[in-house]
């Protein structure tokens, strides 16, 4: 598929607040019928609301989660991230989001993620931030 005929996938960056209001927010933001990847910054602390909607979801592939170790995704989490990426976009999700622990440096990791080869797959909607 050329890079003009491919749908790109809506990712929103979700960042503010502990780990399970980012989740909750999501959970909220869901697209109905859609297959969806959250990439979840950060260790699961035992109560995922996501984890138990990706477990019930129907199909089972509806919705996937991935995480990765805590850790800046624009600096130390970078090449984790990419690898992540790279892995996900082979077989696109409808809509994807990310979830930062810390939102720091959200606007490098936005332009990161606006530039090539990440612009050719995604569209980056508004940031959804959560508030405590």
Do not use: K
């Not at 780990?19 to 869901?30: F, K, V, Y």
């Amino acid at each position: 598929m050329t890079a003009a005929a491919r749908r790109l996938t809506p990712l929103t960056l979700v960042s503010g607040g502990h780990a399970s209001l980012r989740e909750a927010a999501i959970a909220r933001g869901l697209p109905p019928q859609q297959s969806t990847a959250v990439i979840l910054e950060g260790l699961a602390d035992g109560n995922s609301i996501l984890a138990d909607l990706a477990e019930h979801a129907v199909p089972p592939a509806a919705l996937q989660l991935l995480r990765i170790a805590p850790g800046c995704l624009c600096c130390s989490g970078n090449l984790v991230l990419r690898v992540t990426l790279n892995r996900l976009l082979r077989h696109p999700p409808a809509h994807l989001f990310i979830s930062l622990a810390d939102a720091t440096h959200i606007e490098q990791l936005r332009s990161w993620l606006a530039a090539s080869p990440y612009d050719a797959w995604l569209a980056l909607e508004p940031d959804l931030t959560v508030t405590a």
